[in-house]
């Protein structure tokens, strides 16, 4: 999501400022975004990582002993994944968190951009007559 808003923005210099997005967006600067929104995804999302755990399957009681469903397609696993503690601790506490960093922050800002590009595009287009 990250990538996709650093894109947008971009896009949107390049249509409305072009010679001095030459300069703006040069290899190296681009890099350092990428890298920038790269690590800022890793952080924000490190959490993840530790949110589930392999649940052996073993027979219990005369039957499969499955954490949380009774579902048949998991019949044949021997392992499945289940949360782990610090996911029921970690998203009770941080469940909102996420859904800003995930939906509430980029999404405006890609919509809000990709108006703006629009508009920039049919202003410039009925300037040529196209």
Request: net charge positive; charged share 25%; hydrophobic share 45%.
């Amino acid at each position: 999501m990250f990538l996709a808003v650093i894109i947008n923005v971009e896009r949107y210099c390049i249509v409305v400022k072009p010679l001095k997005a030459k300069e703006w967006f040069t290899v190296r600067k681009t890099k350092k975004f990428i890298c920038i929104a790269s690590f800022l995804a890793l952080v924000a999302n490190a959490p993840r990582w530790f949110d589930s755990k392999w649940t052996s399957m073993e027979l219990k009681d005369n039957g499969r002993f499955l954490p949380h469903h009774k579902l048949p397609s998991y019949d044949g696993y021997t392992y499945i994944v289940e949360y782990s503690e610090f996911a029921h601790i970690f998203y009770d506490k941080f469940c909102e968190l996420y859904f800003v960093l995930d939906f509430m922050i980029p999404l405006p800002i890609l919509l809000t951009f990709n108006y703006l590009l629009y508009r920039q595009v049919r202003y410039r287009c009925e300037m040529l007559k196209i």
